[in-house]
């Protein structure tokens, strides 16, 4: 039979492919946190992966100019 009307369902198949990009970089230097103590200072080629890993990552999730929003307001403009 179907689902019941009404229910929560979530498709597992869309949070599934979702990447974590600096998942391993994070993972190494919480790690490497939690043997010393927290001290920030003897995890620093790990912190150094982290913040590039992430600084690297951050100009690839901008939204480009093209939405179809921004075309049709452009159109408009020209009228």
Known sequence: MGRKAGTLY???KK???RSKPCMKEMLSFLNCL???QNS???CA???E????????QSGKNKKP???INYHLQRLSRGK
């Open 15 to 17: 949070f599934a492919k």
């Open 49 to 56: 992966l982290l913040t590039s890993c992430m600084d690297a």
């Open 10 to 12: 979530i498709n597992p």
């Open 45 to 47: 080629r790990q912190k």
């Open 34 to 36: 939690a043997l010393n």
């Open 65 to 67: 100019f093209s939405t």
């Open 40 to 42: 920030d200072d003897k």
